[in-house]
C-alpha cells in the first residue's frame, strides 16, 4: 500500500491506539493505493505496478517496437532487477538466448529505460521483459517505533527490510544485520537497490484515504436487485487536486 493505517489516522484526529476503523481503513487505502497507480498507468497486465513485487516475484511485459527503434519504456519503474530479456518472432522464447546487458543493452534503472546497443527487433510482441520494479513504501526508522516482519524503513538514505519482530526500542538497522540460522539474531537486511516511495505519492495516498473515510457513507450506494436481490457498489469519486498532481507526476513517459 501506498501508505500507512496509522498515517490516516493521524490526518483524521484518530487515536492510533484505536483500532475499531482498522478493517474499513485498510480497505479503503488498499482502494486508493490501486487506483491511484492505475490512474498513473502504473500497471502491467492486471497487476498494479507502482509498487515493488517482493524478491523472487516477477513481472513480465512485452513490447513492439518500430522499424530501428532503440528505446523501450517500462510501465513500472525505477527498475531493480532485470531477469530475462528476449528478442524473438512469433514469441518463440524457448528458441532464442536472453540479450546480455551492456553488450546488447543498457538500463536507466530509475526511468525504467532499455536502450538496445543497436536497435530492437520490430514487430507485434517482439521483445519479452521479465523484471521487478517499482517503489518501496518505508517510513523512517524510530529506536522507539516496534516493526513487523515484511516492512521496511529509511536509514541514512539506505532501505533496511524487517526480517524479524522488533518489539522495543533496539539497534539502528545498519548495525542490526540479520543473520538466518537456528538460532537467528538481529533484525534487518539492507536493500541499497530499492527506491523509496516519493513522499508527494505518501501525501497524496493519506489525503485521498481519509476523504473517503469521511465520505465513506455517501460513496456507499445500495440499490435493489432483480427478484428482490440487494446489490451494494460504490460510486465513483474526484481524486482531490493534490492527488491529480501526483498522478500527473507519476504518468509514464511513452513505450516501445
Known amino acids: 500500500m501506498l501508505c500507512a493505517i496509522t ?44 509498487e515493488l513485487t517482493p524478491a523472487g516475484v516477477y513481472q513480465t511485459e512485452f513490447f513492439s517496437p518500430n522499424f530501428r527503434f532503440r528505446q523501450i519504456y517500462t ?22 538466448t536472453p540479450l546480455v546487458l551492456n553488450q546488447d543493452y543498457q538500463i ?5 529505460e532499455l536502450t538496445r546497443i543497436v536497435w530492437f527487433l520490430q514487430g507485434v510482441r517482439t521483445v519479452r521483459l521479465t523484471y521487478r520494479g517499482g517503489y518501496t513504501f518505508a517510513t523512517d526508522w524510530n529506536a522507539a517505533d516496534t516493526y513487523a516482519p515484511g516492512g521496511a524503513v529509511q536509514y541514512l538514505g539506505v532501505i533496511y527490510r524487517c526480517e524479524a519482530a522488533v518489539t522495543v526500542a533496539g539497534t539502528s538497522p545498519d548495525q542490526d544485520p540479520y543473520v538466518a540460522g537456528l538460532a537467528p539474531t538481529g533484525h534487518w537486511t539492507a536493500a541499497p537497490a ?10 497524496a495516498a493519506v489525503l485521498q484515504s481519509a476523504y473517503w473515510f469521511k465520505r465513506r457513507n455517501q460513496l456507499g450506494v445500495s440499490g435493489g436487485g432483480a427478484a428482490g436481490g440487494n446489490t451494494s457498489w460504490y460510486a465513483k469519486d474526484e481524486f482531490l487536486p493534490q492527488v491529480r498532481d501526483a498522478i500527473l507526476m507519476l504518468h509514464p513517459r511513452k513505450y516501445g
Open 7 to 50: 498515517q490516516v489516522k493521524y490526518n483524521l484526529g484518530i487515536d492510533p491506539a484505536d483500532t475499531s476503523a482498522d478493517v474499513v481503513l485498510s480497505g479503503i487505502v488498499a482502494g486508493v493505493s490501486s487506483s491511484i497507480a492505475r490512474a498513473a498507468g502504473r500497471y502491467v497486465g492486471a497487476r498494479d505496478a507502482l
Open 75 to 96: 510501465h513500472c519503474f525505477p527498475i531493480v532487477e532485470v531477469s530475462d530479456l528476449r528478442e524473438a518472432l512469433y514469441e518463440q522464447w524457448d528458441q532464442v
Open 108 to 112: 536507466y534503472l530509475e526511468t525504467g
Open 194 to 203: 530499492e527506491y523509496p516511495l516519493p513522499a508527494f505519492v505518501v501525501e
